[in-house]
């Protein structure tokens, strides 16, 4: 891929989050991510849910798996801040919030919880997802349902980089 990020590119939101393999299994999550669109699969053989995307289901390895859009919406199953990076991709954003999400289809995924202060950041805060540009991709992070959360307050109201904050705000 001639467009994937690289170390010398300059910092954005996921510098560093970028997938490093776009294989057949995940390219249906990334195409939909495009179009701000979170997805999972279920197994037509078992009903199991399942994501991380994959060719063949983790319960019965039924080949038979069906995509679906998630509503987005969930609840912090457990979380970390990070307050020291020593990664310099990441050096700049600390303190920030790295969690497992459980989406209310019932899958969880791992991602982060922004634009709210990591210390209001509990286990079962309810979220929902929102997207960030980073070059050509669209990364799903969680933002909290409920707005009156007190705001991060280390982010600026604009990206100082000017990486456009992608579907939050306005839209
Ligand atoms: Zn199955």
């Known amino acids: 891929m001639s467009d994937r990020t ?10 560093g989050l970028l997938p490093a393999v776009l294989d057949r299994d995940t390219a249906p999550f990334w195409a939909a991510a495009r179009q701000r669109r979170l997805t999972y699969q279920t ?7 399942v994501f991380f995307p994959r060719r063949h289901c983790p319960g ?6 069906t995509w679906h859009d998630s509503a987005g919406l969930g609840e912090v199953y457990t979380y970390s801040v990070v307050r020291n ?14 969690a497992w999400i459980d989406l209310d289809e019932g899958f969880r995924m791992m991602s982060n919880v922004v ?8 286990v079962g805060l309810r979220v929902r997802v929102d997207w960030r540009a980073s070059g050509d991709w669209l990364l799903p992070v969680f933002v909290p349902a ?3 959360l007190p705001a991060d307050p280390a982010v600026p109201a604009e990206p100082a980089d000017g990486a456009p904050a992608v579907g939050s705000g306005d839209d």
């Open 6 to 15: 690289t170390p010398t590119d300059p910092p954005s939101f996921a510098a």
């Open 146 to 148: 409920d707005p009156a």
């Open 115 to 122: 634009e709210v202060d990591p210390d209001a950041i509990t």
């Open 85 to 98: 990076s020593r990664d310099p991709r990441f050096a700049d954003r600390v303190p920030y919030c790295v």
């Open 60 to 65: 019965c390895l039924s080949a038979a798996l």
């Open 43 to 49: 197994c037509d053989a078992c009903a199991a849910v």
